[in-house]
């Protein structure tokens, strides 16, 4: 028996009959690839084309290009001008022709090479053979070689938590949902930080196959999400040790953000009570007094698109007290030439530093003014004891007497907090060298003091203590002092009326030598009429009774001013 020939009539039939019968479409081009000679109705189905209606025509009207005849997915055109992508199979003359599904077609050499560029891998596990496929990307991330090359029992060493990633992928596979991951390699002594997504296989059963996903390598992303957050741990510590509280307002829709506690103790406010924007902070919080000014520097800084610094008093929420700030902060803008849409910035409450600025302003007054009066103190000290002494040891004696005073009571004011002496203080210290001092009404002494405590402001407390050892002095050379029987009682009280209450003091001598009015004024006698009415604004009466010498004064107390207080 012998074989049909090649162009065996019935062989011809057979195979017209199985091009047309094809399921994919099927075309025959010219020699010269310019002519379809003739395609088949699946083809012709494909393209939305009559029946014949392709044979014989230019093969342009299949493709947008003479290099979509060629294979891989190309982009072919239907009847209706639609193009659509197409898989391409070419042998010589011959074409086949199949419709690309859309992943598929999206799926390209160009893609690979981007997913590439992007750092992410492709990998397939199998679930029958237990092998993993892994794409060049994915083995180089990985360090594995590229291919159907390693099984997950070779993966699982590598995994830093080998029992998270299971129990992850145990839980994908039995929800058959996408999952992703984080999870840290130790590849070649370097760590490693991937993130990996898959998607688990079924069959057309539903039962699991397999997974499919991709790897990337985010061990970069990670250390400088890392860093970030380092720096800005920093800098919220920096922030916590200069007590500053940091914030942002959004311009658009006047929302603030306030990124610390500081924000909430500085106003005050509890985190169930929020934030506040602009609008309420001007219009409610911002004193009065300092909003155009505030106002005027936020246009400025907009305007000029420079940093904003404002000073302002706000009242604090909780407490309803008014407090000073400091705020500066810089605006963001999307463009050069867009407007803001954020503000970030500093808030410093600095109440207490603007309270020592001023209250150190006043001290170095005080100060002036104090060195001032005591100059001129000393000044007539030195006249008025040169005046009235006989020789230069009587000089001698009475000027540095009346320094050591004048000493003595500057100290007292010195080391006291508020700048004042106690009044029991100025008469222990003056009297105490000549006799025994009682306080408190006590009898034993030859000194008396009799009154509540009493703390001088240091405007009074130099010239009653100067006049306070005047008459110590004098009692002492002349007076209930200069013999063994006399006794001095001082007593005081404080009186209603003046800015603190008014002192009434009365100091009175017995026992001691007659008296007899002085025949000149003397400079004791001159301080205690001039410097203690001149200075302390001072009554005194004074009484040269022949039993004993007394003096009543009484001075009003000045009101103490608080912010000479350095503890205040």
Known sequence: MTGRAQHDPIDVDARRSAFDGALVGLALLSS???????????????????????????????????????????????????????????????????????????????????????????????????????????????????????????????????????LLVEQAVTSLEPYRFETRLAIEGRGVVVQVSGQALTDENGAFTGMV???????????TRSELQAHDHRLRAATAVARLGIFEWHMLDDHAVWENDRMFEIFGHAPEDGTIGKTEFLNGILHPEDRAEVRKAISAALREDRDLHISGRIRRKSDGAWRTID??????????????????????????????????????RELHHRVKNTLATVQAIVGSTARTATDIDSFYEAFVGRIKSLAHTHSV???????????????????RPYAEVAEAGGEDGRVVLEGQPIDLPSDIAVPIGMAIHELTTNAAKYGALSNRTGRVTVAWDLEPGGPAGTLRL?????????????????????????????????????????????????APLPKRNASLNPLA
Do not use: C, K
Request: no cysteine.
């Open 506 to 554: 009365t100091w009175r001598e017995t026992g001691g030598p007659p008296v007899q009015p002085p025949r000149r004024q003397g400079f004791g006698s001159r301080l205690l009429q001039r410097v203690l009415i001149t200075q302390v604004q001072a009554e005194v009466t004074t009484d040269y009774a022949p039993d004993g010498f007394s003096l009543t004064m009484r």
């Open 213 to 223: 996903g991709v790897v990337q390598d985010i061990t970069t992303r990670i250390e």
């Open 32 to 166: 010269d690839g310019s002519t379809v000679v003739v395609a088949n109705p699946a083809l012709h189905a494909l393209l939305a084309r009559p029946s014949g209606s392709l044979d014989g025509a230019p093969s342009t009207d299949l493709a947008t290009g003479p290099s979509s005849l060629y294979s891989g997915i190309r982009v072919w055109r239907r009847a209706d001008g639609v193009e659509i992508d197409v898989r391409v199979r070419r042998s010589g003359d011959t074409l086949v022709v199949e419709a690309v599904d859309p992943d598929e077609a999206a799926h390209s050499e160009a893609n690979r090479d981007v997913m590439a560029e992007a750092g992410l891998g492709e990998w397939r596990w199998d679930r029958a053979s237990g092998y993993v496929t892994l794409s060049h990307r994915a083995a180089r991330i990985l360090g594995q070689p590229p291919g159907r090359s390693v099984t997950w029992g070779v993966l699982r060493p590598f995994l830093i938590e080998p029992e998270r990633v299971a």
């Open 413 to 431: 004011l010195t080391e006291a907090t508020w700048q004042t002496a106690s009044l029991t203080g100025l008469l222990v210290n003056e009297l």
């Open 327 to 364: 705020m500066a902060g810089r605006f963001e803008r999307d463009a050069p030439d867009r407007l803001p849409r954020r503000l970030i910035g500093v808030v410093a409450d600095v109440t207490d530093r603007r309270l020592a600025e001023e209250r150190q302003t006043l001290l170095i």
